[in-house]
DNA sequence: TCTATTGTTCGAATATAATCGAACAATAGA
DNA sequence: TCTATTGTTCGATTATATTCGAACAATAGA
């Protein structure tokens, strides 16, 4: 476990941003992340999800780039990625969140 | 053939767009519409496929509400709905094209 | 050292998507 | 009516994703 790989902004495309926020499971994470605005567990979002499952769709965020994990004893401590992805692509993901809290 | 099902405004989602910007080929062709800024025939692009794959992906951005396809002889005429997109989910198709084009 | 906690990895089943040739449909124009 | 043009649909194959239980790994705390 210990060390946990995540790509570099030059590593970051869109289409994997784009693909990674193409699951409802998975967006609906990346939108508690940021109106949470705070690190949180894996656990914190109790979707009705079993462990490995959900486990799943937070190696595709981080591989995608949106979310960083850092682990702190037994627990991954998640946070979006967002001023990075800001940077990379200016508007992208700032757009996205809007799109969610309004629809 | 004759007529060509589109999702109305209200029937789009955020994660069907998402999904459809996810296929670099399409991405592709959504950013060449965006770039002409008028109607083009699939046979426009010429993306190094058969028919019947650009078919598929065309059917995909069609299905996503991102693609207009109106039919005029024996071709099809495609537009991006980025205005209508726009109006629903603000920011997010105009950030994407220019991501595009800036990476 | 033992146990509980947190999350990952593995493996297998199921579901969804991409690809492409061939056949088909609609239309324009000769 | 015949033919060329433009795309779609069908069907089959291959590739990727999703899902979830079970086993595993790392750490904290008793």
């Known amino acids: 476990m210990r060390q ?3 790509p570099s902004l030059a590593q ?7 693909y990674a926020l193409s699951d409802p499971t998975r967006l609906e ?6 109106k949470a605005d705070r690190k949180m567990t894996c ?6 999800r079993p462990k490995s ?6 190696k595709i965020l981080r591989a995608a780039g949106l979310v960083e994990t850092m682990i702190e004893g037994t627990e991954h401590m998640n946070t979006l990625r967002l001023s990075e992805i800001e940077q ?3 508007g992208v993901l700032s ?3 809007q ?3 309004v629809n």
Do not use: C, Q, Y
């Open 53 to 58: 499952s959900l486990s799943h769709h937070f």
């Open 99 to 101: 799109a969610i809290v």
């Open 88 to 90: 990379k692509f200016p």
């Open 4 to 6: 946990i790989h995540h």
């Open 12 to 18: 970051i495309t869109l289409t994997d941003i784009m």
């Open 29 to 34: 994470i990346v939108a508690r992340l940021a």
């Open 43 to 48: 656990g914190e979002f109790d979707l009705n």
């Open 95 to 97: 757009a996205v969140l």
